[in-house]
């Protein structure tokens, strides 16, 4: 069974960045996508950005596209989101899950950026 664990907030000024973490464990296969999602206070959850597994395609939300870039490291199963250039309005609980098929949400990192 797949689990995925968020780790890496904080909290920082406007402008600084930040890495997030999200180990992957359990069996994945190369079709496997893992994405990053915020949820800000009082709104909705929101997609931010995504990669592949096998082929290390990505893709991001147009709100943090230039800003944020995803990766990932196969040997530990980690999937990383470093986020520069942190606005106020970034300021959320990012998770990570399966984009197709998500998985029971976890408890998210908090990362508050302060104006």
């Known amino acids: 069974q797949v689990q995925l664990a968020e780790s890496g907030g904080g909290l920082v000024q406007t402008g600084e960045s930040l890495r997030l973490s999200c180990v992957v464990s359990?069996?994945?296969?190369?079709?496997?996508?893992v994405g990053w999602f915020r949820q800000a206070p009082g709104k909705e959850r929101e997609f931010v950005s995504a990669?592949?597994?096998?082929?290390?395609?990505?893709t991001y939300s147009d709100s943090v596209k230039g800003r944020f870039a995803i990766s990932r490291d196969r040997t530990t199963n980690t999937v990383y989101l470093q986020m520069n250039s942190l606005k106020p309005e970034g300021t959320a609980v990012y998770y990570c899950?399966?984009?197709?098929?998500?998985?029971?949400w976890g408890q998210g990192t908090q990362v508050t950026v302060s104006s």
């Open positions: 359990g069996r994945t296969y190369s079709s496997y996508i």
């Open positions: 899950n399966n984009l197709v098929q998500p998985l029971d």
């Open positions: 990669i592949r597994q096998g082929t290390g395609g990505t």
